[in-house]
DNA sequence: TAACCATATAACAATATACTTATATATTCA
DNA sequence: TGAATATATAAGTATATTGTTATATGGTTA
C-alpha cells in the first residue's frame, strides 16, 4: 500500500534533482525578483540556445516556473501558484543574488535586445 | 574573476543534487529526528546493502550526515555542524514524517537486531 | 510572401548515476 | 584463531543527464 506521506516524498525528490544543477539553480534565483528572457539566459551563461532552452523545460515540466509569449520573445518567471512554491522560496532566499550577473551584461554593453 | 556568490551557488547546486533522490531525501527525513543504523535503512528500503551504503556515502561526502561506529554498527545521523544545516533543516521540516517507515518495521517484526 | 529573429525540438555523443554481484575490511564472539 | 555479522568498496551494466549541432516552429517586418 502507498501511503500519502510516501506519495510526497517521492513527488519532492524530483524537485531537489532539477535544483541540482548550477545553471537552473542560479535561474531560478535570478527569477526569484524578476521575470527574464530566453536570450538573457543565453547571454549570462555563455551557452547554447538549446542548451538553455533544455535548462527552462525542464523547470517548467517541473511546474517551478511558467512562460509567458511577448511576441517573438518568451519570458519565464515563477511559478507562484505551484505546490512547490513556499518551499522554492525557502530555499531562495537562502542563496546569495546573483544580479550581479545582470549588472556584468550592462557593463560590457551585452545588454540584449528584447528587454 | 570568480566573484564569492558564483560560488556559494556553485556550491550549492550539488547538495541538491543528492538530496534530488527519493531513497536519500527520505534517509535524511528518517534522520531528522533520530540516529539511523545502516541495517535499518537496508530493512525500510528493501534495497542491497551495497545500494545503501553507497547512498550514505553521498550524503556523507555532501557533508550533510556523520557516521559513528558502535561496535560491528555503524550509525548515521545529520551533521549538525554542517554549513548546509540551516537550509536541510528548513527543508526537512516542510517535508512529511517518515517515521511510519520505522512503525512498520515494528509490526512486521523486522525490527532490527543492532537498535 | 520572403527573409529574419527568437525559441523549441530532434538526434546524437560524452559523461554521470544508480543499481547489481563479488569481494574486502572491521568487529564480535565462540 | 576462526566463523559469523555488519559495512564498505570494486567492477560492471543499464539508464539518465547534459551538452552539442542541425532543424523545425512561430512571430515580425520589409
Redesign the interface.
Known amino acids: 500500500m502507498i501511503?500519502?506521506?510516501e506519495f510526497?516524498?517521492?513527488k519532492?525528490?524530483?524537485?531537489?534533482?532539477?535544483?541540482?544543477?548550477?545553471t537552473?539553480?542560479?535561474m531560478m534565483?535570478l527569477m526569484e525578483n524578476q521575470t527574464c528572457c530566453v536570450c538573457e539566459f543565453v547571454e549570462i551563461f555563455q551557452m547554447s540556445q538549446p542548451s538553455i532552452s533544455q535548462h527552462l523545460r525542464k523547470l517548467r515540466d517541473a511546474g517551478l516556473i511558467k512562460e509567458e509569449r511577448k511576441g517573438q520573445w518568451v519570458f519565464y518567471s515563477l511559478h507562484q501558484e505551484s505546490e512547490w512554491h513556499?518551499?522554492i522560496e525557502?530555499?531562495l532566499e537562502?542563496?546569495?543574488?546573483?544580479e550581479?550577473k545582470l549588472i556584468e551584461l550592462e557593463k560590457n554593453g551585452t545588454r540584449i535586445t528584447c528587454c
Request: aromatic share 4%; hydrophobic share 40%; charged share 25%.
Open positions: 501511503t500519502k506521506t510526497q516524498i517521492e519532492a525528490a524530483p524537485i531537489f534533482k532539477v535544483l541540482g544543477d548550477k537552473r539553480l542560479t534565483k513556499a518551499l525557502s530555499i537562502q542563496l546569495p543574488s546573483q550581479d
